[in-house]
């Protein structure tokens, strides 16, 4: 069910209200009153069969009983009928419906039963439901209002989405004060079948919604949800505030709409990987909402202050600087042009302080010349009342200013009542103000944030060469029908047998059963060694006295066996023992000891973690999640974002680690969590960093024994598509030159910026419609950077001269429903005529059809003869729109994956 029924939601013509009752203080008599008295222009249908009328509007006993079919049905209801309703309201054809009505998932066993007959109903009849337990929604472009909160928000450019009904009349009180519009205004409840995901890419689409702000309190369709907010993240900002962010108030948000919460660290990686802005305290929404309301974000993290007061710079200097912020350093040109209209005994410096007898005028002057300074970002003024400030007129001139710029200009005007006019000014003019100098910098620097996780997530990864010994397919039969079935906590020797397989080093371990036995093993390994418990109940075998290292010869090592296993068993009586590993020791007095690990989040999937490892690993937390798959810039990054990351540079006059090593290790773990949904968890601690290796010194697997019982989809564990390595194909050209279609990866940066560099004129304007201006980072990232749950680019590489070069691309971008896909294709001139075009077209609808799109469309030039040709050939219906353009289609027979 897309995004498309969603208008039945936003955009209704007739909606029936069903349970509205004759007491107008209830949810009901409130949700009829504001649609009426907020000017919806379309047909209300009040349905109550106790009441003649509501409100005086004529009331109707039942849906089957309206003269016309509504758009949407809201629902408020007792929670025991709403089953019935939803299914009267399919049974008429509504498509929309929104259930105010609380009492399902959110109070336990027997509201989620009530909850999953809605949900099957829903299925059935293919409908879109917002909530239940949701305030509603208010659409103030349209003067629609379908909640029962106190008042209607102005008409702004902020969609605001929250799963907490009380939230949201907070929030709107606020706005109205602060006179913030919105676009949209959501609130979606327990999200039985809407969600974020849905609401963002709907969002996405309307011109008039420049930024998203969530509230939430747990994330239930994450793939959706990562892969709309990526797409539109990548335009404009989305900031969310997460709430239950520890295990007791992440147990009061269960309560509170029946969320299954997950660790906070998870939803950092989560928010970062889809390029959200994320704060901590909800006072920052607010603040965040003001500042991007008003239509203007910074470009970079350099801040000027002008103040009439030292001390509150010195404030907003300690709140930037503490948030990673920087003081814009002021060129010779603008210091020369401030000591020009300053009193001599200014600051000289930035912060810019006028001193405290400044006039508008002064203060207005000062703020221009920073403004203009090409090392200034964003610029905040701070006023307090002295004796000569004139807060209102030096607001005016303020606002004067920011209409003649793109830069940010924020307010701070410090005090009470006499700043109270200058404040509602800025609130009515467009200039984000604040109660004080910290609020401020929160807000710009949340911004700053958000650019400055967008450019990290779209940098350009350098290419890492990865073989595999074995085929991947073969070896996970292997490992899922032999290996995995044996016990959910795998043998060390198994666990260690799964990695190496994916080329990640490691010691060797030999299990054995006595003393004898593990002398014999030492003896021919070679001295030191180490012994370790092997049991499948044990997580921390050094808690125990599990662990015995540096052993160095059979006397010793004799003892030592025979010790552990009575330390052993006195700590962990009855526990199932397999016997003891031995393997060789290795020095570690120059190496870096991290942990590499995989963790399944029941909500939200596979996720990788690297951190500073050994048996402190718990203790000290230094770690970092994200979501696989990983390439060679978010290992790094990862890598970089420890606090252990120095030992790794080498510190001290050490020599620095192999960091290349260590990436390529993580790499290949993020291949591993992709092949397996299987593993639960997976712990390589230590593993071990040199300056010329990394080594995996023990590896513990706990396997999912309900995936391993009930396989799921393939990457149904993820939240993001990996390489869809399944469409690399070999072809041969007319000409005989042998040809690689594959998937376009990140790292083809360089080359797709020198195949269109490659290109005539011509050929860019046939392929993008205009004079496409491609040669910088941040539009490649575009088309190289993809999510492939929605969009495909195959490239055409062949090899010349030693060098690989991509030669043309033809390019899939799907809806958002993914029932619909555009296609759009490029050939180099050099090589047109050789029947690329033909072979990229063949192929791409061939993918379209595997993938079950209904329908292929494309666009081109009247002048584009040969690729006309290719898609009549190919069975395009071909339409000429104009003299200049040409637009073709194909409707896809339904496949199996």
Same mark, same amino acid.
Request: proline share 6%; net charge neutral; with cysteine.
């Given at each position: 069910?897309?995004?498309?029924?969603?208008?039945?939601? *936003?955009?209704?013509?007739?909606?029936?209200?069903?349970?509205?009752?004759?007491?107008?203080?209830?949810?009901?008599?409130?949700?009829?009153?504001?649609?009426?008295?907020?000017?919806?222009?379309?047909?209300?249908?009040?349905?109550?069969?106790?009441?003649?009328?509501?409100?005086?509007?004529?009331?109707?006993?039942?849906?089957?009983?309206?003269?016309?079919?509504?758009?949407?049905?809201?629902?408020?209801?007792?929670?025991?009928?709403?089953?019935?309703?939803?299914?009267?309201?399919?049974?008429?054809?509504?498509?929309?419906?929104?259930?105010?009505?609380?009492?399902?998932?959110?109070? +336990?066993?027997?509201?989620?039963?009530?909850?999953?007959?809605?949900?099957?109903?829903?299925?059935?009849?293919?409908?879109?439901?917002?909530?239940?337990?949701?305030?509603?929604?208010?659409?103030?472009?349209?003067?629609?209002?379908?909640?029962?909160?106190?008042?209607?928000?102005?008409?702004?450019?902020?969609?605001?989405?929250?799963?907490?009904?009380?939230?949201?009349?907070?929030?709107?009180?606020?706005?109205?004060? #602060?006179?913030?519009?919105?676009?949209?205004?959501?609130?979606?409840?327990?999200?039985?079948?809407?969600?974020?995901?849905?609401?963002?890419?709907?969002?996405?689409?309307?011109?008039?919604?420049?930024?998203?702000?969530?509230?939430?309190?747990?994330?239930?369709?994450?793939?959706?949800?990562? %892969?709309?907010?990526?797409?539109?993240?990548?335009?404009?900002?989305?900031?969310?505030?997460?709430?239950?962010? *520890?295990?007791?108030?992440?147990?009061?948000?269960?309560?509170?709409?029946?969320?299954?919460?997950?660790?906070?660290?998870? !939803?950092?990686?989560?928010?970062?990987?889809? @390029?959200?802005?994320?704060? !901590?305290?909800?006072?920052?929404?607010?603040?965040? %909402?003001?500042?991007?309301?008003?239509?203007? $974000?910074?470009?970079?993290?350099?801040?000027?202050?002008?103040?009439?007061?030292?001390?509150? @710079?010195?404030?907003?200097?300690?709140?930037?600087?503490?948030? +990673?912020?920087?003081?814009?350093?002021? %060129?010779?040109?603008?210091?020369?042009?401030?000591?020009?209209?300053?009193?001599?005994?200014?600051?000289?410096?930035?912060?810019?302080?006028?001193?405290?007898?400044?006039?508008?005028?002064?203060?207005?002057?000062?703020?221009?010349?920073?403004?203009?300074?090409?090392?200034?970002?964003?610029?905040?003024?701070?006023?307090?009342?002295?004796?000569?400030?004139?807060?209102?007129?030096?607001?005016?001139?303020?606002?004067?200013?920011?209409?003649? =710029?793109?830069?940010?200009?924020?307010?701070?005007?410090?005090?009470?009542?006499?700043?109270?006019?200058?404040?509602?000014?800025?609130?009515?003019?467009?200039?984000?103000?604040?109660?004080?100098?910290?609020?401020?910098?929160?807000?710009?620097?949340?911004?700053?944030?958000?650019?400055?996780?967008?450019?990290?997530?779209?940098?350009?990864?350098?290419?890492?060469?990865?073989? *595999?010994?074995?085929?991947?397919?073969?070896?996970?039969?292997?490992?899922?029908?032999?290996?995995?079935?044996?016990?959910?906590?795998?043998?060390?020797?198994?666990?260690?047998?799964?990695?190496?397989?994916?080329? $990640?080093?490691?010691?060797?371990?030999?299990?054995?059963?006595?003393? #004898?036995?593990?002398?014999?093993?030492?003896?021919? $390994?070679?001295? &030191?060694?180490?012994?370790?418990?092997?049991? &499948?109940?044990?997580?921390?075998?050094?808690?125990?006295? +599990?662990?015995?290292?540096?052993?160095?010869?059979?006397?010793?090592?004799?003892?030592?066996?025979?010790?552990?296993? #009575?330390?052993?068993?006195?700590?962990?009586?009855?526990?199932?023992?397999?016997?003891?590993?031995?393997?060789?020791?290795?020095?570690?007095?120059?190496?870096?000891?991290?942990?590499?690990?995989?963790?399944?989040?029941?909500?939200?999937?596979?996720?990788?973690?690297?951190?500073?490892?050994?048996?402190?690993?718990?203790?000290?937390?230094?770690?970092?999640?994200?979501?696989?798959?990983?390439?060679?810039?978010?290992?790094?990054?990862?890598?970089?974002?420890?606090?252990?990351?120095?030992?790794?540079?080498?510190?001290?006059?050490?020599?620095?680690?192999?960091?290349?090593?260590?990436?390529?290790?993580?790499?290949?773990?993020?291949?591993?969590?992709?092949?397996?949904?299987?593993?639960?968890?997976?712990?390589?601690?230590?593993?071990?960093?040199?300056?010329?290796?990394?080594?995996?010194?023990?590896?513990?697997?706990?396997?999912?024994?309900?995936?391993?019982?009930?396989?799921?989809?393939?990457?149904?564990?993820?939240?993001?598509?990996?390489?869809?390595?399944?469409?690399?194909?070999?072809?041969?050209?007319?000409?005989?030159?042998?040809?690689?279609?594959?998937?376009?990866?990140?790292?083809?940066?360089?080359?797709?910026?020198?195949?269109?560099?490659?290109?005539?004129?011509?050929?860019?304007?046939?392929?993008?419609?205009?004079?496409?201006?491609?040669?910088?980072?941040? $539009?490649?990232?575009?088309?190289?950077?993809?999510?492939?749950?929605?969009?495909?680019?195959?490239?055409?590489?062949?090899?010349?001269?030693?060098?690989?070069?991509?030669?043309?691309? @033809?390019?899939?971008?799907?809806?958002?429903?993914?029932?619909?896909?555009?296609?759009?294709?490029?050939? =180099?001139?050099?090589?047109?005529?050789?029947?690329?075009?033909?072979?990229?077209?063949?192929?791409?609808?061939?993918?379209?059809?595997?993938?079950?799109?209904?329908?292929?469309?494309?666009? %081109?030039?009247?002048?584009?003869?040969?690729?006309?040709?290719?898609?009549?050939?190919?069975?395009?219906?071909?339409?000429?729109?104009?003299?200049?353009?040409?637009?073709?289609?194909?409707?896809?027979?339904?496949?199996?994956?």
């Amino acid at each position: 069910m897309g995004i498309r029924k969603l208008n039945s939601i *936003f955009k209704p013509q007739r909606i029936a209200l069903i349970g509205v009752p004759a007491d107008p203080n209830t949810v009901g008599g409130l949700t009829l009153r504001n649609l009426v008295g907020g000017g919806f222009r379309g047909v209300v249908y009040p349905v109550n069969p106790k009441h003649e009328a509501v409100l005086g509007i004529p009331c109707y006993p039942n849906v089957k009983s309206l003269p016309k079919t509504p758009d949407l049905a809201v629902i408020t209801t007792n929670a025991r009928v709403v089953p019935q309703i939803v299914e009267e309201c399919g049974e008429a054809g509504i498509k929309g419906v929104i259930i105010m009505s609380a009492g399902f998932k959110e109070v +336990g066993a027997e509201g989620r039963e009530l909850e999953n007959k809605v949900k099957q109903i829903v299925k059935k009849y293919e409908m879109r439901v917002i909530g239940p337990n949701c305030l509603g929604i208010i659409i103030p472009g349209q003067k629609l209002n379908i909640s029962f909160a106190n008042s209607m928000p102005l008409a702004g450019n902020v969609a605001f989405i929250s799963q907490s009904g009380a939230l949201c009349t907070s929030v709107l009180d606020w706005a109205n004060t #602060e006179k913030i519009g919105f676009s949209y205004f959501v609130s979606i409840g327990n999200t039985m079948d809407i969600g974020f995901g849905d609401l963002i890419d709907y969002f996405g689409q309307d011109p008039n919604t420049r930024s998203i702000v969530l509230y939430v309190e747990s994330i239930t369709f994450a793939q959706e949800f990562v %892969t709309a907010a990526r797409a539109f993240a990548r335009k404009k900002p989305i900031i969310v505030y997460k709430a239950g962010r *520890f295990p007791e108030s992440a147990q009061a948000a269960a309560s509170h709409t029946g969320a299954m919460a997950s660790e906070d660290a998870i !939803y950092d990686a989560l928010f970062r990987r889809a @390029g959200i802005a994320r704060v !901590y305290n909800i006072g920052n929404i607010f603040d965040f %909402t003001d500042f991007i309301g008003r239509k203007r $974000i910074p470009k970079g993290p350099n801040l000027a202050i002008v103040t009439n007061a030292g001390g509150p @710079g010195v404030m907003a200097t300690d709140s930037l600087m503490i948030r +990673g912020g920087k003081l814009g350093k002021l %060129t010779d040109e603008t210091l020369k042009k401030l000591d020009e209209v300053l009193p001599p005994y200014w600051s000289h410096g930035n912060p810019v302080d006028v001193l405290g007898d400044a006039p508008p005028a002064r203060i207005a002057k000062a703020t221009e010349i920073v403004m203009n300074d090409a090392n200034v970002d964003a610029v905040l003024v701070i006023a307090t009342p002295q004796a000569m400030t004139q807060p209102t007129e030096t607001a005016r001139e303020i606002i004067r200013l920011s209409e003649s =710029t793109s830069k940010p200009i924020m307010a701070n005007w410090l005090g009470g009542q006499s700043m109270y006019e200058a404040m509602a000014l800025f609130n009515s003019s467009g200039v984000a103000a604040y109660q004080t100098p910290e609020q401020a910098v929160r807000a710009f620097m949340t911004m700053v944030d958000y650019s400055r996780n967008m450019e990290a997530l779209f940098e350009t990864p350098k290419e890492v060469p990865l073989f *595999f010994n074995y085929d991947r397919q073969t070896l996970r039969e292997k490992f899922v029908n032999q290996i995995f079935p044996k016990q959910k906590v795998l043998s060390v020797a198994d666990a260690k047998a799964l990695i190496n397989a994916y080329g $990640i080093k490691s010691t060797k371990p030999v299990l054995v059963n006595s003393p #004898e036995e593990a002398v014999k093993v030492a003896n021919k $390994i070679g001295y &030191p060694v180490v012994l370790k418990i092997d049991s &499948p109940e044990v997580t921390h075998k050094s808690d125990i006295g +599990g662990v015995v290292l540096d052993l160095e010869n059979d006397h010793i090592l004799k003892a030592a066996y025979l010790s552990m296993m #009575e330390r052993v068993k006195i700590r962990r009586p009855g526990i199932k023992i397999n016997g003891v590993t031995v393997q060789k020791m290795i020095d570690t007095e120059d190496a870096v000891e991290m942990i590499l690990g995989i963790k399944k989040d029941a909500v939200l999937g596979t996720l990788i973690l690297i951190g500073m490892g050994g048996t402190e690993a718990e203790l000290y937390k230094d770690q970092r999640l994200e979501f696989p798959p990983l390439n060679e810039r978010l290992a790094n990054q990862m890598i970089e974002s420890l606090k252990i990351y120095p030992l790794l540079k080498g510190y001290r006059g050490r020599p620095p680690k192999n960091i290349n090593k260590l990436v390529e290790v993580m790499i290949r773990l993020s291949y591993l969590a992709a092949d397996y949904p299987e593993i639960e968890e997976h712990d390589i601690n230590p593993i071990i960093v040199t300056a010329d290796d990394v080594v995996a010194l023990d590896a513990r697997v706990v396997i999912d024994e309900e995936t391993l019982k009930n396989p799921v989809p393939q990457y149904s564990h993820l939240i993001l598509r990996p390489y869809p390595e399944r469409y690399i194909k070999k072809v041969t050209l007319a000409d005989g030159t042998p040809t690689l279609l594959r998937p376009i990866k990140p790292e083809d940066e360089p080359m797709w910026l020198e195949l269109l560099g490659s290109c005539s004129k011509e050929a860019i304007y046939s392929r993008f419609r205009y004079n496409f201006h491609f040669d910088s980072h941040e $539009i490649a990232t575009q088309f190289c950077y993809i999510d492939y749950a929605r969009e495909l680019a195959i490239v055409a590489e062949i090899e010349q001269q030693g060098r690989r070069k991509l030669i043309g691309v @033809g390019r899939l971008i799907g809806d958002p429903d993914l029932e619909t896909v555009e296609y759009a294709i490029l050939v =180099t001139d050099n090589w047109q005529g050789k029947d690329l075009g033909k072979i990229l077209t063949e192929y791409c609808t061939e993918i379209a059809h595997i993938n079950n799109f209904k329908r292929i469309f494309a666009e %081109t030039t009247k002048d584009n003869k040969a690729m006309i040709s290719v898609f009549k050939k190919q069975g395009f219906h071909i339409e000429y729109e104009s003299d200049t353009n040409v637009s073709v289609h194909k409707e896809l027979q339904k496949t199996a994956n």
